[in-house]
């Protein structure tokens, strides 16, 4: 990110700011910008690092990169399920630290997909695009929470909209694929671990804060839920002495879900094009609408 006062100096006065995620959009940098700002152009598709409240009262017109990253981030989703279910990271250290001895029935045992139910948080375009790649695999049944029901979205996946307490009893794997709002913030938390099956996985690759690590902790740590991926921590990067990364069964990954080049170069552009569009006051290609 750009150091806070080179980018408190380097806004002032100017028409539009193209910003990444790890850049924090506040009150303080808008004041500094001055009047004159119009346009903030965002390469990603979360904005929970802009302070939406502020930034409508003055009138400046938000770009941000949907869609283009959907795939790659239902892709990371799939493959950290896999990582922990499967325990592919612990497996790797035992062949290197000379752990792998002999065959044996029940050594590096996991959990699979086929016939299981997959509860998803957050049946948007991502959550969509799980559940697309997951159904191969031989889910038995998928069920979804969202601030509304999705008949159209869920009618491919034949996924049931229920609360989430019952997604959280009776799901063997939660994928978290939802917006950080007020609503989501700490959603995961004891009570919804506790709910879990001890057998079940957890993966979250939407935002850190949507779960209550503390109690994540907890769960991982007693054997309440048997794992948990995560692409996604509060802070990040999360500190190497954190409690999470002690844990055998828990996978995290530094919030590489949008981490293909291809994806990586779309976005750049998309993010330039919605800058342009919005200092030339034509519509952009992805607006944040208000």
Not at 90 to 118: D, H, I, R
Not at 220 to 246: F, K, M, N, R, Y
């Amino acid at each position: 990110p750009v150091p806070r006062a080179e980018l408190l100096a380097g806004v002032a006065g100017k028409r539009g700011l193209l910003c990444l995620l790890s850049d924090r959009i506040d009150r303080e940098v808008l004041e500094a910008a001055g009047p004159g700002l119009k346009v903030i152009s965002t390469m990603s598709v979360g904005f929970d690092h802009l302070a939406l409240e502020e930034i409508k009262k003055r009138g400046i017109r938000v770009g941000y990169t949907p869609d283009v990253l959907t795939d790659a981030t239902a892709e990371l989703s799939v493959a950290l399920l896999l990582a922990a279910c499967r325990r592919l990271p612990e497996a790797v250290e035992q062949v290197k630290n000379g752990g792998w001895t002999t065959w044996k029935p029940l050594w590096m045992c996991g959990y699979g997909l086929s016939g299981s139910t997959v509860g998803i948080i957050g049946l948007g375009r991502i959550g969509q695009a799980v559940a697309r790649r997951l159904k191969p695999f031989g889910v038995k049944k998928f069920l979804y929470t969202s601030s509304r029901p999705k008949p159209e979205s869920a009618a491919e996946f034949e996924a049931e909209f229920v609360p989430l307490t019952r997604l959280a009893e009776e799901s063997d794997f939660v994928v978290v694929t939802c917006a950080l709002t007020p609503a989501t913030q700490g959603m995961c938390n004891k009570d919804f671990f506790g709910r879990m099956k001890t057998t079940s996985v957890f993966i979250n690759t939407s935002r850190g804060d949507v779960v209550n690590q503390e109690d994540l902790y907890d769960a991982l740590a007693h054997g309440q839920i048997a794992a948990a991926g995560l692409d996604v921590t509060t802070p990040e990067p999360l500190p190497t002495d954190h409690p999470l990364l002690s844990l055998k069964n828990c996978v995290i990954l530094p919030h590489v879900g949008s981490a293909t080049y291809a994806t990586r170069s779309t976005m750049a552009v998309l993010a330039a094009n919605n800058l342009l569009c919005g200092l030339r006051g034509e519509p952009m290609p992805h607006e944040l609408l208000l």
